[in-house]
């Protein structure tokens, strides 16, 4: 079961399609969501490519080859190379938690760095020039 603050929703991004935001302001280093993770096995994974799942899943297992989809929010959060949260992975637990990287207003869209580190600027598969 996926824990979260209440206050968190799902709404319309003006990133990227849906993205999650907040009611009530998150202070800095907050957890946020802990997200169970649904494991994607490394021979499932061109098949799943060639899905809209494509889209939400994130790396997973020790040489990264397998994947997970994070239940939740968690497969919804956007990526922002100036996130206000970032993701902390748990493979023993097999969750994927969401923390406030900084003070996040009401009202303010939670976004993380898909690459890990918040500060990391290594390009994505995606254009993200204008995240």
Request: glycine residues 6%.
């Amino acid at each position: 079961m996926a824990h979260h603050i209440p206050s968190i929703y799902v709404a319309s991004s003006p990133l990227h399609g849906r993205g999650i935001f907040t009611t009530e302001e998150i202070e800095k280093d907050s957890i946020i969501e802990i997200c169970p993770i649904l494991f994607l096995p490394e021979k499932d994974i061109d098949l799943i490519n060639q899905t809209i799942i494509h889209d939400y899943f994130f790396e997973w297992g020790e040489d990264l080859r397998a994947g997970a989809l994070a239940l939740g929010y968690g497969s919804i959060y956007n990526h922002s190379y100036k996130p206000n949260a970032y993701y902390s992975v748990d493979m023993e637990y097999e969750t994927l938690s969401i923390y406030a990287f900084k003070n996040i207003k009401s009202g303010e869209e939670i976004t993380i760095n898909y690459n890990g580190n918040p500060k990391d600027k290594t390009p994505i598969w995606f254009d993200a020039r204008k995240i």
